[in-house]
């Protein structure tokens, strides 16, 4: 793996946004650099430290998924590499890295498709037998199979803030009937086919969200990332039973590190400024994000 990077510094394009992992310039008026960092969130909180080799490893993983996923819904990938944009001394930056995508309208719902019940969904289904207002049956245990995947959107937030889970019927009101329907079903029929890709090597997708956009011509695009450990619970075959939380692919090491972290001899109470992480921390969670890629992939 190259070295780290927590935060790129291009300078031959304007700088659009910096996400929790993504740092996103403007090429031109119709074309977006997405730059994955080697950042690492949790708890909404973007940590010192970077994970190294995460943003290549994000990258590979969201093209492996876009190659095969590309039947069921266009994605904004361009088909021109990244290097040709930037200057010879910004490539170091980008290679590797980055995508060279569409620049689309966001649609602000982030799509959740559930197959297995687990984190908040687990939650609220003990109060309300329910997640996100969908109805599901009793007797269900943490992390149990779903009978058939569920959609469960979230409302996108700012950086920093906390997406909020909400029912269908509020996406209607926010993109209309036809729009709303249309990502839901393609969000499943993606969530279907990837976790049938998945199981094969030997791993469950146990929930995801996807993003979309729209071109100026009105057509559905899927963009983002796409079901990597980020946006997606992942966990081994070998370790799964119900009843309990399975070990994961995801950031769940750094999540159970953190609930023990002290900061000036008391709990770290979820806000920045982070812990600084151990070696150990940094290590362990690049490891995950590795063996998924490769087990994925090989």
């Known amino acids: 793996m190259t070295n780290a990077l927590h935060t790129s510094s291009l300078t031959s394009l304007p700088l659009l946004a910096r996400g929790k992992v993504r740092d996103n310039y403007a090429v031109g008026e119709d074309r977006i650099l997405m730059v994955a960092s080697d950042r690492i969130s949790a708890f909404d909180v973007i940590m010192g430290e970077p994970i190294p080799g995460k943003g290549e490893l994000l990258t590979k ?24 944009v930037v ?39 003990q109060g309300s037998q329910s997640v996100c207002g969908v109805k599901l049956p009793a007797g269900l245990k943490n992390a149990s199979k779903l009978p058939e995947p569920i959609y469960t959107p979230a409302a996108k937030a700012e950086v920093g803030e906390h997406d909020e889970n909400i029912t269908f019927e509020k996406t209607v009101e926010m993109i209309g009937p036809e729009l709303a329907a249309k990502i839901r079903d393609i969000s499943i029929a993606i ?18 969200k996807f993003e979309f956009g729209l071109t100026p011509d009105g057509k559905l695009v899927l963009m983002d990332e796409v079901l990597t450990p980020d946006s997606s619970r992942y966990w081994p075959v ?17 999540r159970d590190w953190l609930e023990t972290a002290m900061v000036d001899g008391k709990p770290w109470g979820k806000k920045a400024p982070a812990p600084k992480l151990p070696t150990e921390v940094i290590e362990k969670t690049a490891a995950k994000y590795r063996e998924a890629l490769t087990r994925l992939t090989t």
């Open 61 to 84: 993983m969201a093209l492996f998924w876009f190659d095969k996923l590309g039947h069921i819904c266009p994605n904004h990938l361009t088909g021109a590499a990244p290097e040709s």
């Open 191 to 208: 969530y279907k086919a990837a976790s049938e890709i998945a199981l094969k090597k030997g791993i469950i997708i146990a929930d995801t």
């Open 238 to 254: 070998e370790g799964y039973k119900e009843g309990a939380n399975p070990p994961s692919y995801d950031k769940q090491f750094l």
């Open 87 to 125: 200057t010879p001394a910004e490539v170091a930056q980008v290679k590797g890295r980055a995508m060279l995508v569409q620049r689309l309208k966001p649609i602000p719902v982030e799509a959740v498709v559930r197959g297995y019940l687990a984190g908040s969904g687990w939650a609220e289904y």
